[in-house]
């Protein structure tokens, strides 16, 4: 007789999956970071006065001018509290298996919620010509993706000379999509302002590309998110956009300078806490919460300029 065939149940591999994980946040890393005794204040401003030039000149019995250099004044921030709960059942338990973690999985899901809810935020507001006023949008030939008669280099030269006309400082950071940066690298104009003559294998590096845009750092943002509506198809969408943000962003928060923006934060806090506690309902599961806490404070818009479109 011929031997009966048992079912067999595959098992799942262990040590590998399968998901995406947004990588190259930069919402974290591009603003110099405050740390505030309290939930809610002020950040101290002042003013241009002191930058006039004034008449000083004194002799004999002449007396000194008087003047009034500092003006002052403030803007306020307030550390705004971002948590989302999430539930691991007895049954989640029970059905998990390698590489499956039900409690590390439910972590990852909760904290890339946030993740993406603070870097969509970001970049919504730098992208956003009602918070950064000095901006161009760029259309058809004018756009990087056109390598024959864009001028990326004259661009950047002229929003540069706007930002210190505006504030006083050349921008020092861009910012920009890896698709917009990844256009950018092999750019003809760009590659011939270093001397590449048309041509670089393998296009330019960040370093290479932030010299060339005129910047001391570059942030090239890879963040994606799903932005299609629950139950429909997926629609894969980069976070930042097509656009290019030059600004002045000091890399450590002090006293007398200036900065596009601030990451305020609770000072002895960690930016990130998980909590888990056991849940009654239903029994034998796990609540997991994932909470985070800052504020964005935009305190100098005037240090920034914004590029729409600088790509097709």
């Known amino acids: 007789m011929p031997t009966q065939m048992k079912p067999v149940v595959e098992q799942l591999l262990t040590g590998v999956s399968s998901a995406l994980i947004?990588?190259?946040?930069?919402?974290?890393?591009?603003?110099?970071?405050?740390?505030?005794?309290?939930?809610?204040?002020?950040?101290?401003?002042?003013?241009?006065?002191?930058?006039?030039?004034?008449?000083?000149?004194?002799?004999?019995?002449?007396?000194?001018?008087?003047?009034?250099?500092?003006?002052?004044?403030?803007?306020?921030?307030?550390?705004?509290?971002?948590?989302?709960?999430?539930?691991?059942?007895?049954?989640?338990?029970?059905?998990?298996?390698?590489?499956?973690?039900?409690?590390?999985?439910?972590?990852?899901?909760?904290?890339?919620?946030?993740?993406?809810?603070?870097?969509?935020?970001?970049a919504s507001t730098l992208t956003d010509t009602a918070v950064l006023t000095q901006n161009t949008t760029l259309v058809g030939a004018d756009q990087y993706s056109d390598y024959l008669n864009s001028d990326p280099v004259g661009d950047f030269s002229d929003f540069r000379a706007a930002v210190r006309a505006a504030c006083g400082l050349a921008p020092d950071v861009a910012m920009m999509d890896w698709a917009v940066w990844n256009k950018l690298r092999y750019h003809p104009a760009i590659l011939d302002t270093l001397g590449f003559k048309d041509n670089r294998p393998g296009g330019l590096n960040e370093a290479e590309l932030a010299m060339a845009i005129g910047v001391q750092r570059i942030f090239v943002a890879q963040g994606v998110y799903n932005s299609a509506k629950e139950g429909q198809t997926d629609s894969i969408t980069p976070i930042w956009g097509k656009h290019i943000v030059l600004a002045v962003l000091p890399q450590a928060a002090q006293p007398y300078q200036t900065s596009l923006g601030y990451e305020v934060l609770l000072a002895g806090g960690q930016p990130r806490k998980v909590y888990k506690q056991p849940g009654f309902n239903p029994p034998g599961s796990t609540s997991i919460l994932v909470e985070d806490e800052y504020d964005h404070l935009i305190s100098n818009a005037s240090a920034a300029y914004l590029i729409k479109n600088a790509i097709a």
């Open 22 to 122: 947004p990588q190259g946040m930069i919402a974290e890393k591009i603003f110099p970071k405050v740390y505030a005794a309290q939930y809610s204040g002020k950040l101290a401003k002042y003013g241009k006065d002191f930058l006039r030039i004034e008449r000083s000149i004194v002799g004999g019995t002449g007396k000194y001018r008087q003047v009034r250099p500092i003006t002052k004044s403030t803007d306020s921030f307030n550390i705004i509290g971002h948590g989302l709960e999430g539930m691991v059942t007895k049954q989640d338990y029970a059905n998990s298996q390698q590489p499956y973690d039900a409690e590390k999985d439910e972590t990852t899901g909760l904290t890339t919620h946030l993740l993406l809810e603070k870097e969509f935020a970001v």
